[in-house]
């Protein structure tokens, strides 16, 4: 296929997504990729990747609801998870816009939206749901698989109840696991069954065995963590979703070192009541020193100094949720169909006709 045709092709894609930017996406290779999973109007799914100057490359549909994504070390392939309570990930070929393989959890499994590759791509670890039929056990598992056959090869607890985000340290051995400590169950995923027993932590594993290295728990037993970003020094930010009285304001985004205490960011109660107990993606731009979180049910966007925890800025930005670093700042979507693109206090907006999903990857 020459590039006459393969732009053509694109443009044929282009009932969802803005024809115009798509046809710019075909003009030069991008220095930098990412990818987000959107729902149209139509309620079918899908999954996009583009470039930072948020010009759409491709997209391809999928069966169920992707949540996060990750690209493999070839960057001609991406794995996207399924949103809770999905038991489906698929495998994309970004080049032939299609999908190559889907793997199907085991049975009395579920996805919880995110998954990390060990450091030369050869083993993919997920985070999972192990329950029961009576809604009386369940059970975080990381899952093992080799991405040559995408087959189980080993599993372990996650240290906890409901993990959901995991990150592998800079050693390539340390997992590093978000457990949110809300029991649910995929009959009823959007109920939560422990509220007032609830047990959130932040566990670190050895990849290798499956060991637990050791644990960090948050100041208050309702601050479920959900959502993490590691640094290249393996500083892990993480942001929480607290599930207690709304009149009960708490800092929502912490700092961690392994063997130490989680560091509570720098706000003004009043800054915190911006975010509506809830925060969704965490991202870093190392360049800078900044960190950046969404909070789509506060219609915020916050951008912190990562080295002292203060607060640099602060912007609405209805339903934002899914953030990335690029090489001149970071790179946001909305459940709106928005693509932003900030560069300092500097916003460029694209705007399509899709519900853009909570994460983004990028290589």
């Avoid at 732009?7 to 991008?30: E, H, I, N, R, Y």
């Avoid at 009823?188 to 509220?195: D, H, S």
């Avoid at 912490?254 to 809830?278: C, D, I, M, P």
């Amino acid at each position: 296929m020459n590039r006459r045709q393969f732009c053509k092709q694109l443009l044929l894609l282009g009932s969802v997504l803005s024809a115009t930017t798509m046809m710019s996406g075909c003009s030069k290779a991008p220095s930098e990729m990412y990818a987000n999973a959107f729902t149209d109007s139509q309620g079918q799914n899908f999954v996009a990747w583009f470039d930072s100057e948020g010009e759409l490359i491709g997209q391809v549909a999928i069966g169920q609801r992707a949540h996060d994504l990750v690209f493999m070390p070839d960057q001609r392939h991406l794995v996207a998870f399924a949103r809770r309570p999905g038991n489906e990930m698929v495998v994309i070929d970004i080049k032939l816009h299609t999908v190559v393989k889907t793997i199907i959890a085991e049975p009395n499994r579920h996805f919880f939206g995110h998954g990390v590759l060990s450091h030369d791509g050869s083993l993919l670890y997920t985070t999972e749901n192990q329950f029961d039929q009576s809604l009386t056990a369940y059970h975080g598992r990381i899952v093992v698989r080799e991405t040559v056959n995408w087959q189980p090869v080993t599993e372990f607890s996650s240290g906890g109840v409901g993990p959901h985000q995991l990150a592998l340290l800079s050693d390539g051995q340390t997992l590093v696991v978000a457990n949110g400590g809300i029991h649910t169950h995929p009959n009823n995923p959007r109920i939560k069954l422990n509220l007032s027993t609830m047990e959130p932590n932040l566990s670190y594993i050895d990849a290798s065995s499956g060991r637990l290295l050791s644990q960090a728990m948050p100041p208050h037993h309702q601050l479920s963590i959900r959502h993490l970003c590691v640094d290249k020094l393996d500083n892990v930010f993480v942001g929480c979703q607290f599930q207690g009285p709304d009149y009960q304001i708490n800092p929502l985004i912490y700092r961690h070192r392994q063997g130490g205490s989680l560091e509570a960011l720098q706000a003004s109660k009043s800054v915190w009541q911006n975010f509506n107990q809830y925060t969704a993606s965490l991202a870093v731009n190392e360049r800078d020193n900044l960190l950046a979180v969404t909070s789509p049910r506060g219609g915020i966007v916050s951008i912190w100094n990562s080295d002292s925890l203060s607060l640099a800025d602060i912007f609405e930005q209805t339903d934002c949720a899914a953030i990335a670093s690029t090489h001149a700042g970071f790179i946001a979507s909305t459940g709106q169909g928005e693509l932003i693109i900030r560069k300092g206090k500097y916003d460029v907006k694209h705007q399509y006709s899709v519900h853009w999903d909570n994460h983004m990857a990028h290589i």
